[in-house]
């Protein structure tokens, strides 16, 4: 799972699945800490150390619907709502425009781990659109915002999703660029026939970087991609 060891950080007053709730997310490999009041809550979150936060909501719980935003304010984090059987549909107060999910309890199982990992991988893609620059790749230069690729031999354009796709193994230095990440954040889903169209692109990409020994643009089998740029000694590396 790409999302093991992800840490979540839960308050759930009243609702009677959170330990259910809790060891089915262990077991899955997520490092999860249940506030159990609010002091503690806040306290956590100041300290910016998770990835998701899990929060319920039941009748009679009108004080914690303020939680998302005070959430977005002090770390931007994610937020799941899990909403009480008896709960009213509508949330009151800030809620309403600062949760990413919300769940109707009881929840089956496999659902719950789905939605909080389309949730993650969300956020993670919009975490990186916000990211532009210049990348140094070898002897080149690339603009991801006017999608050109810059060469000893001349500009080349990109198209939308190339630039895309290099914009991403940029962001990720020379560590692995997962398919699943690639997938949801430039085609917004992952199945069989987008991560086919995906590895022509690639096959495209790789093509770009012929003329560079000091570029390679590697598959990691069933696992994802791999931009890497070795260190140079004639000094080409250098803008």
Request: hydrophobic content about 40%; charged content about 25%; aromatic content about 8%.
């Amino acid at each position: 799972m790409d999302d093991q060891g992800k840490k979540i950080i839960s308050y759930c007053p009243g609702l009677d699945e959170e330990i259910r709730m809790l060891d089915l997310l262990n077991s899955r490999g997520y490092d999860v800490f249940a506030a159990g009041s609010l002091p503690r809550l806040l306290n956590a979150l100041c300290q910016n150390r998770y990835d998701l936060a899990l929060f319920s909501f039941a009748s009679g719980q009108e004080n914690i619907t303020d939680l998302p935003a005070t959430v977005r304010s002090l770390c931007n984090l994610p937020v799941i709502f899990l909403v009480a059987a008896d709960a009213p549909v509508a949330f009151p107060g800030r809620a309403k425009n600062c949760y990413d999910d919300f769940i109707k309890c009881p929840v089956n199982e496999e659902e719950l781990i789905l939605r909080i990992e389309r949730v993650l991988s969300c956020h993670a893609a919009r975490k990186i659109k916000h990211r532009t620059g210049i990348f140094k790749i070898g002897m080149m230069s690339f603009d991801p915002v006017n999608r050109i690729l810059l060469t000893p031999h001349g500009n080349r354009d990109l198209t939308g999703i190339e630039s895309k796709l290099l914009h991403l193994l940029c962001l990720h230095g020379n560590n692995i660029l997962t398919r699943k990440l690639a997938l949801e954040t430039i085609w917004g889903e992952n199945d069989y026939f987008k991560a086919r169209s995906m590895d022509v692109y690639v096959t495209r990409l790789r093509k770009l970087f012929r003329s560079d020994t000091a570029v390679t643009l590697s598959n990691i089998h069933n696992v994802g991609f791999r931009l890497n740029v070795k260190e140079r000694t004639d000094g080409k590396n250098r803008p």
